[in-house]
């Protein structure tokens, strides 16, 4: 009779395993675009200001995509990414890490759920720096074209 139910457990889990996977709530096989971003904060009486700025336009695996990072608490940096499709505006959801000064900082922003730039997408990145009363302290903004 145990051996039975074990069965029927490990059944069901496979089988809630597949649904899953067949059903497009978790690709882990797919790969999504982001735009990597690489920049050098300077801070200068209290106001920031990007010293030099890479955008590399790449593709990670599903379960390494930007997921909404949120920093514990301020200061932030806040990144994200919008583009205009078929006069349809796409805007992609705030990544937050941790400001700690003056620095070099990496993070990865993405675009929403099922949406994949074509060649000659406008990309609009705008990245704020947020102090600890959550005020902004610093911006970039930067118009591109995906590749």
């Known amino acids: 009779m145990k051996k039975v139910k074990t069965r029927n457990t490990i059944f069901l889990l496979v089988l809630f395993i597949f649904a899953i996977f067949t059903s497009g709530c978790l690709n882990a096989l797919q790969d999504v675009p982001v735009i990597k971003i690489n920049i050098v904060f300077v801070e200068k009486q209290g ?7 890479t955008f590399t336009q790449d ?3 599903y379960i390494n995509r930007p997921k ?4 514990e608490s301020f200061p932030a940096i806040s990144a994200r990414v919008t583009t205009v499709r078929d006069n349809q505006t796409l805007i992609g959801p705030w990544e937050i890490i941790p400001y700690k000064g003056s620095g070099n900082y990496s993070l990865n922003i993405g675009f929403g ?3 994949h730039p074509i060649h000659g997408d406008p990309m609009h990145i705008s990245i ?3 102090d600890k009363d959550g ?3 610093g911006y970039v903004i930067k118009d591109i074209m995906w590749q």
Do not use: D, H, L, P
């Open 113 to 115: 759920e099922n949406y």
């Open 47 to 53: 106001i920031v200001e990007a010293e030099g700025y």
């Open 59 to 61: 593709n990670v695996s």
């Open 128 to 130: 704020i720096v947020i």
């Open 135 to 137: 005020q902004r302290i």
């Open 68 to 71: 909404r990072v949120q920093a």
